[in-house]
């Protein structure tokens, strides 16, 4: 039989076993964003286990689009068939394969081009360019980026980016017109560059050099369902990026010739489901410092995955790269209803070190993705202090949209 001591233990222990079994889930803040519940660190501990074993399982194997890519696993298997174009999936109306290039430098010029194919030759397409004392251009359709494309290519009216050698070169060339995204009377101005992307840097990988910790923590907080792990498949984006430096030269008619030598950052993201409709909105942000170090930190909510998710990675000046392993921005304390922040700081922990960042918007511009314009796109030319040091790049805040596309466009 138990002594009294015993049965006061057990009695306490019962009642804090049942008061915990009864608490409730926290509301998620606005309506949106989840918080830890009593499972959440029994389910962080489980798909750590879950993540490690399929990592392991599957090294050094990839997968073909529609199975069970990422989440551990690569989708191909060499860089060659990574860094290149991407054939479309059938009867998937909403496949996407977009590579997306930015570029920034300490004097002030900054680039933004994105091309990304979707079915029946339609792509969704935007580029900006930002010259010091000259102005800040856009594309012809701007704020429209629904345009069509060229078959089996990054290319659309005027605007063609190519692979040259995997992970290490890419050209991005132009000869059309821009505006300027301020004036009324829209005028178009004659526009053409030959611009060339290298980097000796490794890749990010984000189906498999994420940190589990990461993606457990997002993933840990959702209400499981085999509906849930079924979206987590259906809607996996094959995503990579990679820092490096964009040279060349933009021609700009009435305005002279302009030699451009930029840090650059550049993504490619494939997948058989890129539905707008599904994200809530993110923030992530580019970011070069004058010591050579240069970081991508996002924080993304794609509610039928993760309400929330901090995602990133870093190069130290010595060129090696690590994985963000925290980050204390939250995306529910700025511009939750559609006005991002022009000046504001954070925090992020990457290979043992805590770094402070302070960004300041210099300039941006608004674009529409999607044919019922679902999405809004706010890109935005920075200045940033990085634990004291001056820094430069851009980020981009994304929002939901409502009300459709306007007639005019």
Excluded at 9 to 26: E, R, Y
Excluded at 120 to 146: E, R
Aim: net charge positive.
């Amino acid at each position: 039989m138990l002594n009294l001591c015993e049965t006061i233990i057990v009695l306490i222990l019962s009642i804090v076993l049942i008061k915990w079994l009864k608490a409730k889930d926290p509301p998620p803040i606005f309506n949106v964003y989840r918080r830890p519940n009593k499972w959440y660190f029994f389910k962080y501990l489980i798909f750590r286990l879950a993540y490690a074993l399929r990592k392991y399982s599957n090294s050094g194997r990839s997968v073909k689009q529609g199975s069970a890519q990422g989440y551990g696993m690569k989708f191909r298997a060499t860089i060659a068939d990574l860094d290149r174009l991407q054939p479309l999936e059938k009867n998937a109306p909403l496949a996407v394969d977009a590579v997306f290039f930015t570029g920034a430098s300490k004097e002030g010029y900054y680039l933004c081009v994105n091309v990304a194919r979707r079915q029946n030759n339609t792509v969704n397409s935007f580029w900006l360019l930002k010259i010091p004392n000259v102005g800040l251009l856009v594309s012809p359709k701007y704020p429209d980026s629904t345009l069509k494309g060229e078959p089996n290519a990054f290319s659309t009216e005027g605007m063609t980016i190519e692979p040259i050698e995997p992970m290490k070169k890419w050209k991005i060339s132009y000869d059309g017109k821009m505006k300027f995204q301020n004036d009324k009377e829209e005028r178009m101005i004659p526009v053409s560059w030959e611009l060339e992307w290298t980097s000796d840097l490794p890749h990010f990988d984000f189906d498999t050099d994420l940190s589990p910790a990461l993606l457990a923590r997002a993933i840990a907080q959702e209400p499981w369902s085999k509906s849930y792990f079924q979206r987590l498949k259906t809607y996996h984006h094959a995503h990579y990026e990679q820092m490096g430096y964009i040279k060349g030269t933009v021609q700009i008619e009435g305005y002279g010739k302009f030699d451009l030598e930029l840090n650059s950052f550049r993504d490619h993201s494939v997948s058989r489901e890129r539905d707008w409709t599904t994200t809530h909105r993110y923030a992530m942000h580019t970011v070069f410092a004058e010591d050579g170090t240069k970081f991508m930190v996002g924080i993304y909510s794609t509610p039928v995955r993760f309400s929330e998710i901090k995602l990133g990675y870093l190069y130290k000046p010595e060129d090696r790269v690590y994985s963000v392993e925290s980050c204390d921005l939250k995306l529910y304390e700025h511009g939750e209803r559609g006005v991002p922040p022009l000046d504001y700081a954070f925090t992020f922990e990457a290979a043992g070190n805590t770094y402070l960042v302070q960004c300041e918007v210099i300039e941006s511009a608004e674009i529409f993705m999607g044919l019922d314009w679902e999405c809004r796109i706010v890109e935005r030319m920075c200045r940033y202090t990085v634990n004291g040091k001056q820094a430069w790049g851009l980020s981009q805040w994304q929002y939901r949209r409502y009300g459709g596309c306007p007639n005019k466009y």
